[in-house]
């Protein structure tokens, strides 16, 4: 899936990725339209999972009806996958951000407020059937994709599935 392009980048820096951390932000933005953007969330961090509650006011200062964008990114840690669950979050494997995109009309002067509610799971890479577990089946599942270009089973992400992949499996392989 490719993911939206940016309009107007208001990524919040502060992101930490040991334990369980809250973090809280307050930004604000005009876009490309100059219609100012305020947004506040917090965001819950863990190593199994990311979610986000918060609130955007759009206000419009023209008497036009605009469709305004507003994108906001939280960085996946290496090894790990997102699940996505909501249709208006993207996962960019290049930069591995998490890119969740809100639209909404802006009508003259009033402000819109947008409430904004997500989460998605995280999974090491290899678990590439997402059961929670790297085992043989995603062994055998990277395996049968052997020498493919690209694809879930290309966790490095470099164009082909070889032993590179193969060894980031077995890092990742659950000995219990
Ligand atoms: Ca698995
Ligand atoms: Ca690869």
Same mark, same amino acid.
């Given at each position: 899936m490719d993911c939206p392009a940016i309009v107007q980048n208001m990524d919040v820096a502060v992101v930490q990725w040991e334990g369980v951390d809250h973090i809280t932000a307050t930004t604000s933005a005009e876009n490309q339209d100059s219609r100012l953007i305020q947004a506040t969330y917090v965001q819950l961090v863990s190593n199994s999972s990311i979610s986000t509650e918060g609130s955007v006011v759009y206000s419009g200062v023209g008497p036009f009806i605009r469709q305004m964008r507003y994108l906001q990114s939280v960085q996946v840690p290496l090894g790990k996958v997102p699940r996505i669950f909501d249709e208006g979050l993207c996962f960019d494997p290049r930069t591995r951000k998490i890119i969740a995109t809100y639209e909404a009309l802006v009508i003259g002067e009033r402000p819109v407020e947008l409430g904004i509610s997500w989460s998605v799971d995280l999974f090491w890479s290899s678990d590439l059937n997402q059961d929670g577990i790297v085992d043989g089946s995603d062994l055998g599942s990277l395996m049968s994709s052997?020498?493919? +270009? =690209? =694809?879930? +089973?290309?966790l490095n992400t470099d164009g082909i599935v070889d032993g590179n992949d193969l060894g980031i499996l077995l890092m990742q392989f659950d000995n219990s």
């Open positions: 052997w020498g493919s +270009a =690209g =694809g879930p +089973a290309d």
